[in-house]
């Protein structure tokens, strides 16, 4: 009789528990909120991206790179093969063309998330930064980019015990970056039941360079996007879970102090930064639920946040742009270029706005 009463009290605890971590899931993800459209003129969809754009990120001179056909853990399967795209945003066509990949290097096993770019002050070199997921691993590549023809040279693979489950990443040298590791664990399946379940601030923020390796920032729920201010001296860390922008002070070390968090009321992916006004561009997830759920009738929606002068006492959150799903799913990525919008999403297509 008493084992029968502890065992009782035991599944009792442990529904309640889940009970309540369901709650909180459901709270985290902002399950119960409903989006009114808000849509900008002119949009047009990009050809060829039918299979995401999870990341976009733009040199000054109006190239668009594009990261697509990622296959990740609770997201739709895809039987496509990951490539990178380019798209002259001085070109009224906005036509997104393939970069050519180097033939030693292994497509198959290809599975882009989070890019970024970097231009050697010394010689104006490229360099373009992917974060890659071949068998769910998690490692950085690093391509040199060619831009009489569209061709990337690979110049080597970069991984690290610490960079076990990259998310995104800013480069600020030619082989030195920042990177998101959004879970704790790298196996797949803690991850996506252990971690989703418990929804903790177990992740962190890496800086990597070739003298070395370290966390500089820690606490986080889901660390997602990350970028650098025009000026290079804070970075911008997007916690998805927790709703917030984190804004950090780079020191001399490379560490990272933080100076405040900024709430966006959605759980925003990646950031891009506006060179000339400082401004951040968030591709956010209104209600992240229902990209949990997947239910074809009530896709998951889209939604643009801007947020100007960040630093100041008195920043500005506004909503530019927001769909239901009907339109585009999952958006994950935006920024701008001469008064146009481009948005990206994890698995679903990519639009060109007008911006008002």
């Not at 909120?33 to 040199?59: A, F, M, W």
């Not at 056909?69 to 039987?79: C, F, H, I």
């Not at 590549?141 to 690290?160: G, V």
């Not at 996506?192 to 923020?205: D, G, I, K, R, Y």
Request: glycine letters at 6%; proline letters at 5%.
């Amino acid at each position: 009789m008493g084992k029968l009463v502890c065992l009782s009290i035991v599944v009792a605890a442990l529904a309640a528990l889940f009970g309540e971590r369901v709650v909180n899931l459901r709270k985290r993800t902002l399950a119960t909120r409903e989006l009114v459209q808000n849509h900008l003129p002119n949009c047009v969809e990009l050809k060829n991206l039918d299979y995401g754009s999870e990341d976009i990120t733009i040199l000054g001179n109006g190239l668009a790179f594009i990261s697509t056909g990622l296959k990740y853990p609770g997201l739709p399967s895809q039987d496509v093969t990951a490539k990178l795209f380019v798209v002259d945003m001085k070109d009224s066509r906005k036509k997104p063309v393939e970069l050519r990949m180097p033939r030693n290097f292994d497509l198959e096993s290809f599975n882009p998330h989070g890019i970024s770019l970097f231009t050697d002050p010394s010689d104006d070199a490229v360099y373009l930064f992917v974060v890659n997921h071949p068998q769910h691993k998690s490692q950085v590549e690093l391509f040199k980019f060619a831009e009489e023809d569209f061709s990337l040279l690979h110049l080597k693979t970069i991984t690290h015990e610490l960079l076990h489950s990259v998310n995104d990443i800013v480069a600020v040298g030619v082989d030195a970056f920042y990177a998101t590791n959004d879970h704790y664990f790298s196996h797949h399946l803690l991850k996506a039941f252990v971690e989703t379940f418990l929804v903790q601030p177990w992740c962190n923020v890496v800086y990597y360079s070739p003298e070395g390796v370290k966390v500089v920032s820690e606490g986080y729920y889901f660390p997602n996007g990350i970028n650098l201010s025009p000026d290079k001296k804070h970075v911008y860390v997007v916690d998805l879970f927790d709703h917030n922008v984190h804004v950090l002070e780079r020191k001399d070390d490379n560490g990272l102090v933080s100076v405040k968090s900024m709430h966006v009321g959605s759980l925003c992916d990646n950031v891009e930064v506006d060179p000339e006004t400082g401004d951040l561009w968030l591709g956010c997830h209104p209600n992240a639920w229902k990209a949990f759920m997947l239910d074809p009738n009530d896709p998951p929606g889209s939604e643009v946040i801007r947020i100007q002068n960040i630093h100041s006492d008195k920043p500005a959150v506004t909503q530019v742009y927001a769909d239901d799903g009907q339109v585009i799913v999952g958006s994950s990525v935006a920024t701008t270029y001469e008064g146009k919008l481009l948005i990206g999403t994890v698995y679903h297509k990519a639009l060109c706005c007008d911006l008002k």
